[in-house]
């Protein structure tokens, strides 16, 4: 499946995709046009970004997730969803001080315009968000967000993880 999708570049339109080749989620992105248009492409092909998008992956790492960086979308909220697993998404203060949501497998919250979030795993999950990507921001987090980045490395260079 995953072959098929690399030679779609960068979208399908609509119409070569009616229902005769089912669409890989977790490698492509769907883009739902301002004109009604829904269309899939390869994930991070740089196609359409006008209009929403949806976006679904299975996240096994903190890598996976961008979770040293922050992210901000200023033009429309974002539905983020945990489909598979349990995940924590976290709302950078906005004068109310850090809000965490916890989500677990079928459930959803709403991130509003222009709030800064991020999201870290509590073991691997399948993640859905849709938003409308255009002016997306990213901002990677400072040591003073993150103690794991204050701490001196102990004697020996080991530190202590968590398990995954």
Do not use: Q, Y
Request: proline share 8%.
């Amino acid at each position: 499946m995953n072959g098929e999708l690399e030679a779609l570049v960068p979208l399908i339109p609509r119409h070569d995709v009616s229902g005769s080749r089912p669409i890989d989620l977790l490698a492509s992105e769907i883009h739902l046009g301002r004109d009604g248009e829904i269309r899939a492409g390869r994930r991070g092909a740089g196609g359409d970004r006008d209009g929403w998008r949806l976006t679904a992956f299975h996240a096994k790492t903190a890598d996976d997730v961008h979770a040293d960086h922050w992210e901000m979308h200023p033009e429309a909220d974002e539905i983020v969803s945990c489909v598979v697993g349990k995940i924590r998404l976290f709302l950078r203060p906005d004068g109310r001080g850090e809000e965490v949501v916890r989500l677990g497998a079928g459930t959803a919250a709403i991130v509003p315009r222009g709030r800064w979030h991020r999201i870290e795993l509590d073991i691997p999950s399948t993640i859905l968000a849709v938003t409308l990507p255009h002016g997306t921001r990213l901002e990677r987090r400072t040591g003073a967000e993150r103690p794991d980045l204050a701490r001196p490395e102990p004697p020996g260079g080991a530190r202590c993880r968590r398990p995954a």
